[in-house]
């Protein structure tokens, strides 16, 4: 779960990282009154969950509240990256006199949380990792240990942090990487760190990204979710208990077990096909989930077939099926579908979703040349209709 930068600095304060606290507006007015409560210039961000929104426009700065206002007006309604901005920061500018990154990742290729630092701050990370790659210190953290302080210093002196800011610059990284780990972050990040002209060290922009599968032992963070930028079909999905990821091809797929579902997503491209998504009903899947399955993949206009790809171990083939043939009468259009169910009880699935016409496939191979004929037969006839 990707939480807004103003979010994320919540998080941040509570473990003393210099920020210049600011307040949320979802108005031009709002954001002027906020301006005005700041007195002093203030910086007008975007709050939506992509990068480079200063390249985009959506982050200017404001001398008076009726200049915040009036960039407030600019910035609300904004599309960047695909994503309308509803939401502004209004905070108090600062007066930057260097820019650094600073961030903490889960790197799974070292099996270890990495301090990521670079002394060319404001731009992304990932630019500066093509263009410059070693303008960039990745140093591994000690897996028990955590940061230690010879850490901290080499990570300041890479910066070449100045000798009178190194003690603040070692309160940032101490608590970011305590904000990390406290709250299971997949990233944290500060870009950029600032030295301000008058001496100080600040965070001017913070992203932190949780990891989902941990967000149940963190019933506080769970409200931080913006789900007006969560893709509808996945916030479903998540609500009937299924993992859905949605992609963009034609191909549904109704698989249970995740690598099962992995190994079915490159097979349909094997095939020649894109799938539409990637979907785990999870192990011993009962009609009603089998059928909110079918509703979030069909929702799905892009979709012209439907995999579904069963292995029963505990769960029993033949409620799959019947699951499948209920679930297919509420279905709001026809779309074909090809059913490989195997394991327990696979005959007598087989059976049931013959009797109910659906296209059936023993092996996986066959499952996946099929769905791809299948949708394209779908295409083919909408381009002769
Ligand atoms: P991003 O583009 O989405 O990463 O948004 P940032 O919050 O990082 O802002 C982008 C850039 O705008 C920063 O790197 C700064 O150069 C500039 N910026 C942001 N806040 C301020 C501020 O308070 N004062 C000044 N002078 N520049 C700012
Ligand atoms: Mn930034």
């Known amino acids: 779960m990707k939480l807004q930068e103003y979010r994320s600095k919540e998080i941040l304060a509570r473990y003393g990282v210099p920020l210049l606290p600011g307040e949320t507006a979802t108005s031009p007015e709002e954001a002027r009154a906020a301006a005005q409560r700041i007195a002093g210039a203030v910086v007008v961000k975007a709050q939506v969950l992509v990068g480079g929104r200063g390249k985009a426009g959506g982050v200017k700065l404001a001398a008076t509240p009726q200049e915040a206002e009036a960039r407030a007006r600019e910035i609300i309604g904004l599309e960047i990256k695909g994503v309308t901005v509803r939401t502004v920061l209004v905070a108090p500018a600062a007066e930057i006199a260097k820019e650094y990154y600073l ?112 967000l149940p032992r963190h019933p506080d963070l769970e409200p931080m979710r913006d789900l007006n930028e969560e893709e509808p ?67 799905d206009p892009n979709v012209q077939a439907v995999l579904v790809n069963i292995f029963g171990g505990i769960t029993r083939g033949d409620e799959v099926a019947r699951g499948i043939v209920e679930a297919r009468q509420t279905f709001t259009r026809e779309v074909p579908m090809v059913a490989r169910i195997v394991g327990t009880n696979a005959a007598e699935a087989a059976e049931i979703l013959r009797a109910a016409r659906l296209i059936t496939a023993t092996s996986l191979d066959d499952a996946a040349a099929k769905a791809v004929a299948a949708a394209r037969g779908v295409q083919a006839s909408e381009r002769l209709g």
């Open 103 to 214: 961030g903490l990742i889960l790197d799974r290729a070292a099996k270890a949380v990495t301090v990521i630092a670079s002394a060319e701050g404001g731009v992304e990370i990932e630019e500066t990792a093509r263009t410059n790659p070693e303008a960039i210190l990745r140093l591994a953290l000690h897996p028990l240990i955590g940061l230690q302080d010879h850490n901290v210093r080499r990570a300041s002196f890479f910066l070449g942090i100045p000798p009178d800011l190194r003690r603040d610059f070692a309160a940032v990284l101490k608590g970011l990487h305590a904000a990390f780990m406290d709250s299971d972050a997949d990233i944290a990040e500060i870009n950029p760190l600032v030295v301000t002209t008058d001496g100080r060290l600040v965070a001017l922009d913070a992203k932190i990204v949780l990891d989902d599968s941990a």
């Open 233 to 299: 079909a996945e916030v479903q999905a998540r609500e009937a208990g299924i993992s859905f990821i949605k992609l963009d091809g034609t191909i549904g797929c109704m698989v249970n077990g995740a690598g099962l579902a992995m190994t079915t997503m490159d097979l349909v491209k094997l095939a020649g096909g894109e799938p539409a998504n990637f979907l785990d009903i999870g192990g011993g899947a009962k009609a009603d989930r089998v059928a909110a399955a079918f509703r979030i993949i069909l929702d």
